[in-house]
């Protein structure tokens, strides 16, 4: 993969201005912060790390991993919550996916499909050819 950042740019944090890349491209539906059976986690703290993890779960289905994310679009239900959780944020998501900064969106939505999901984040990664 390839970061695109136009030359006197400061480097975003948290995220690339855009990534070029190229192999077999993977989809990951909109994932939320509910485990296997259908249990949705109380806070938002808990609904990114689970979000996180089904990201990563599906991705492996494919031999994918978090280093081949490109880009993630996240929809919050407030912005509030999201942002007087940020700390938990990062941490989930330095736990669990590391290091690797795709393309992000980060919107504030009015309700999502799942009534207690407080947010819903979709990915698509690239794996490189072997």
């Given at each position: 993969?390839?970061?695109?950042?136009?030359?006197?740019?400061?480097?975003?944090?948290?995220?690339?201005?855009g990534?070029a890349?190229?192999?077999?491209q993977v989809?990951v539906?909109?994932?939320?912060?509910s485990?296997?059976?259908?249990t949705?986690a109380p806070?938002?703290?808990?609904?990114?790390?689970?979000?996180?993890?089904n990201?990563v779960a599906i991705?492996a289905e494919?031999g994918?991993?978090?280093?081949?994310?490109t880009?993630?679009?996240?929809?919050?239900t407030?912005?509030d919550?999201?942002?007087?959780?940020v700390?938990?944020?990062?941490a989930?998501?330095?736990?669990?996916i590391?290091k690797?900064?795709?393309?992000?969106?980060?919107?504030e939505?009015?309700r999502?499909?799942?009534e207690?999901?407080?947010?819903?984040i979709?990915?698509?990664?690239?794996?490189p050819?072997?």
């Amino acid at each position: 993969m390839q970061v695109l950042n136009p030359e006197g740019w400061p480097r975003p944090p948290g995220y690339s201005n855009g990534i070029a890349a190229e192999g077999r491209q993977v989809s990951v539906a909109g994932q939320i912060g509910s485990t296997p059976d259908g249990t949705i986690a109380p806070d938002f703290a808990g609904q990114i790390r689970l979000v996180l993890e089904n990201t990563v779960a599906i991705l492996a289905e494919a031999g994918a991993g978090p280093e081949h994310i490109t880009r993630m679009t996240w929809f919050v239900t407030d912005m509030d919550k999201y942002l007087a959780a940020v700390k938990d944020v990062g941490a989930a998501y330095g736990e669990i996916i590391g290091k690797n900064y795709p393309t992000m969106t980060l919107v504030e939505v009015s309700r999502l499909v799942y009534e207690d999901a407080l947010l819903e984040i979709e990915t698509t990664a690239v794996v490189p050819p072997e």
